[in-house]
């Protein structure tokens, strides 16, 4: 028997959920704490293991201090959608999972924190010439 891989948008609305969780500095058991539920509850969700229900994502929400289509921006555009016409541009994957990750949350933070924009310049600059090195 072959395991069922997660949906994609449950993929992605796990990472939002994840990424606004850290933003806040709020931990899983926390979250879990809030909502009535274990914290591997909250991992499984963040995974996109487990699909969150609406009602619950309402929740998660309201614990997390955003609308629930905070959780959707940015989420892969199912093919018939896109057929039709109504696809929004969106994000590329990988930038969604680093901003989830602790290092993309606190890299990102950290630069908005510079004012200079010609300092910042310089840093993507420099970021983009040691990439460039390597690849």
Do not use: C, W
Not at 103 to 114: E, H, S, V, Y
């Amino acid at each position: 028997m072959t395991k069922k891989s997660p949906n994609p948008i449950d993929k992605h609305v796990g990472a939002r959920v994840r990424m606004r969780r850290m933003m806040i500095g709020m931990s899983q058991e926390k979250l879990g704490e809030k909502l009535g539920i274990t914290f591997q509850q909250i991992q499984k969700y963040e995974k996109g293991t487990n699909r969150v229900g609406a009602s619950r994502l309402q929740q998660i929400a309201t614990s997390l201090s955003v609308p629930p289509s905070f959780f959707f921006e940015g989420a892969p555009v199912p093919d018939a959608a896109e057929a039709a016409g109504i696809s929004e541009p969106s994000s590329p994957a990988y930038v969604s999972d680093f901003l989830a990750s602790s290092d993309g949350l606190a890299l990102t933070k950290a630069f908005m924190k510079i004012k200079d924009a010609k300092i910042r310049r310089r840093i993507v600059d420099l970021v983009e010439s040691m990439a460039g090195e390597e690849q």
